[in-house]
């Protein structure tokens, strides 16, 4: 369509369509309706501040847009069916809102700005991949009830995120970067298995209620971590220097808490646990286990240690 600054309206009725549109760079606005069969659609729009709606209808539809490096504010909808989704918005401050239905396979990559995205993929088994770059981004992620495979990159910004898993048995790798980073993690009640790696000092609180899951998780320094864990879980946490942890694991678990520095470590198990704990400098620990839990402990210098254990 050329660089200027374009306004395009695009309706394509229910066939199996193949849609290829490029807009130029400048600052565009495109609203593209595709109907309800299984379409193939490839969007480019440049490099300006762009502003694109795109609805896919209820087809397995294979959607690739790319919105270049603008500040693009971009609402994509895809439907119910089984839908293969590529979506790359460059490097300007974007806003993102995508809700894909049904079982979908979703790559997005949203560049190097400050990044606002909304992500629902639906009640499908979905496949998520998503890379927000290095700004400070804000990021919220509902997979729904499907047995969902997440794999969330965040970039080395002061980053904020929540992700909502549902109620599926998840796996779920998220790696925040290195900036100060917000990050609240609900996994559902299924079989969950979790694997979080946060870089700075970042503040964390993950919730895997029900299932029995699987958790990895390893921070950085200055960490403030508060996990609740309700099934019979297997939890392994490392944390940096000088951080807060906060741990409660209700079923027959088995639990391995590593710390760094001066940190403060509380610690409840409810079953028939085994935990191994290991703390660094002069940390405080508080610890307390269920009626028949095994428990074993190193600490460091000058550790404060407080251990209980129930009847």
């Given at each position: 369509?050329?660089?200027g600054d374009d306004c395009i309206a695009l309706e394509a009725g229910g066939g199996d369509d193949?849609?290829?549109?490029?807009?130029?760079?400048?600052?565009?606005?495109?609203?593209?309706?595709?109907?309800?069969?299984?379409?193939?659609?490839?969007?480019?729009?440049?490099?300006?501040?762009?502003?694109?709606?795109?609805?896919?209808?209820?087809?397995?539809?294979?959607?690739?847009?790319?919105?270049?490096?603008?500040?693009?504010?971009?609402?994509?909808?895809?439907?119910?069916?089984?839908?293969?989704?590529?979506?790359?918005?460059?490097?300007?401050?974007?806003?993102?809102?995508?809700?894909?239905?049904?079982?979908?396979?979703?790559?997005?990559?949203?560049?190097?700005?400050?990044?606002?995205?909304?992500?629902?993929?639906?009640g499908g088994d979905d496949c998520i991949a998503l890379e927000a770059g290095g700004g400070d981004?804000?990021?919220?992620?509902?997979?729904?009830?499907?047995?969902?495979?997440?794999?969330?990159?965040?970039?080395?910004?002061?980053?904020?995120?929540?992700?909502?898993?549902?109620?599926?048995?998840?796996?779920?790798?998220?790696?925040?970067?290195?900036?100060?980073?917000?990050?609240?993690?609900?996994?559902?009640?299924?079989?969950?298995?979790?694997?979080?790696?946060?870089?700075?000092?970042?503040?964390?609180?993950?919730?895997?209620?029900?299932?029995?899951?699987?958790?990895?998780?390893?921070?950085?320094?200055?960490?403030?971590?508060?996990?609740?864990?309700?099934?019979?879980?297997?939890?392994?946490?490392?944390?940096?220097?000088?951080?807060?942890?906060?741990?409660?694991?209700g079923g027959d678990g088995c639990i391995a808490l590593e710390a760094g520095g001066d940190g403060?470590?509380?610690?409840?198990?409810?079953?028939?646990?085994?935990?191994?704990?290991?703390?660094?400098?002069?940390?405080?620990?508080?610890?307390?286990?269920?009626?028949?839990?095994?428990?074993?402990?190193?600490?460091?210098?000058?550790?404060?240690?407080?251990?209980?254990?129930?009847?």
């Amino acid at each position: 369509m050329g660089g200027g600054d374009d306004c395009i309206a695009l309706e394509a009725g229910g066939g199996d369509d193949c849609i290829a549109l490029e807009a130029g760079g400048g600052d565009d606005c495109l609203a593209l309706e595709a109907g309800g069969g299984d379409d193939c659609i490839a969007l480019e729009v440049g490099g300006g501040d762009d502003c694109i709606a795109l609805e896919a209808g209820g087809g397995d539809d294979c959607i690739a847009l790319e919105a270049g490096g603008g500040d693009d504010c971009i609402a994509l909808e895809a439907g119910g069916g089984d839908d293969c989704i590529a979506l790359e918005a460059g490097g300007g401050d974007d806003c993102i809102a995508l809700e894909a239905g049904g079982g979908d396979c979703i790559a997005l990559e949203a560049g190097g700005g400050d990044d606002c995205i909304a992500l629902e993929a639906g009640g499908g088994d979905d496949c998520i991949a998503l890379e927000a770059g290095g700004g400070d981004d804000c990021i919220a992620l509902e997979a729904g009830g499907g047995d969902d495979c997440i794999a969330l990159e965040a970039g080395g910004g002061d980053d904020c995120i929540a992700l909502e898993a549902g109620g599926g048995d998840d796996c779920i790798a998220l790696e925040a970067g290195g900036g100060d980073d917000c990050i609240a993690l609900e996994a559902g009640g299924g079989d969950d298995c979790i694997a979080l790696e946060a870089g700075g000092g970042d503040c964390i609180a993950l919730e895997a209620r029900g299932g029995d899951g699987c958790i990895a998780l390893e921070a950085g320094g200055g960490d403030c971590i508060a996990q609740e864990a309700g099934g019979d879980d297997c939890i392994a946490l490392e944390a940096g220097e000088d951080g807060c942890i906060a741990l409660e694991a209700g079923g027959d678990g088995c639990i391995a808490l590593e710390a760094g520095g001066d940190g403060c470590i509380a610690l409840e198990a409810g079953g028939d646990g085994c935990i191994a704990l290991e703390a660094g400098g002069e940390g405080c620990i508080a610890q307390e286990a269920g009626r028949r839990g095994r428990r074993q402990r190193r600490l460091g210098d000058r550790s404060v240690v407080t251990a209980s254990a129930s009847s």
